[in-house]
């Protein structure tokens, strides 16, 4: 058996020049992983914040847990929106919910803590408003590959 038996010794084929090339995905902006990280540490840091609340006695004496729990929720719903947003899904969601929250923030805005999540919450809807073309160029890629994948060409 010689020292390169089995091996491709041929040059690969030759490629149609004549054929448009395949559409290059354009990377991720960085005002939108800006955004993502903003949504995931945000909630992560208020979920945190907002746990000690939960947890305590006081909650369920005061009649205050289903508010606590709605906010528990706007908190998981927060990150999973800044990880759907960084894969470039969920533009809708996540303007709705960035928005829902920047009218949470505003309601409490004498707060130093909530003046700096509606100063990040705008970077987010800033960027979600502005790189609205991304997120449908993904889109389209999607259609694109579910109507070659049913066999429709």
């Known amino acids: 058996?010689?020292?390169?038996e089995g091996a491709i010794t041929t040059p690969p084929e030759p490629t149609d020049s004549s054929a448009p090339p395949a559409p290059v995905r354009p990377s991720r902006p960085l005002l939108i992983e800006v955004s993502a990280a903003i949504l995931i540490v945000g909630g992560i840091t208020s979920l945190v914040g907002s746990l000690p609340g939960a947890l305590s006695p006081d909650a369920e004496t005061a009649?205050?847990?289903p508010i606590v729990a709605l906010i528990l929720a706007l908190?998981?719903?927060t990150i999973?929106?800044?990880?759907l947003i960084r894969t470039g899904r969920g533009?809708?969601?996540a303007l709705n919910v960035v928005a829902i929250e920047l009218f949470l923030y505003l309601t409490a805005l004498p707060s130093a803590i909530a003046a700096l999540f509606v100063a990040l919450d705008l970077v987010v809807l800033f960027a979600l408003l502005r790189h609205r073309w991304w997120f449908d160029w993904l889109a389209e890629e999607r259609r694109d590959a579910e109507f070659v994948t049913r066999g429709n060409r």
Not at 1 to 4: A, E, G, I, P, Y
Not at 80 to 83: A, R
């Open 1 to 4: 058996m010689s020292r390169f």
């Open 80 to 83: 999973i929106v800044g990880l």
């Open 63 to 65: 009649g205050a847990l």
């Open 75 to 77: 908190n998981v719903l």
């Open 91 to 93: 533009w809708i969601l």
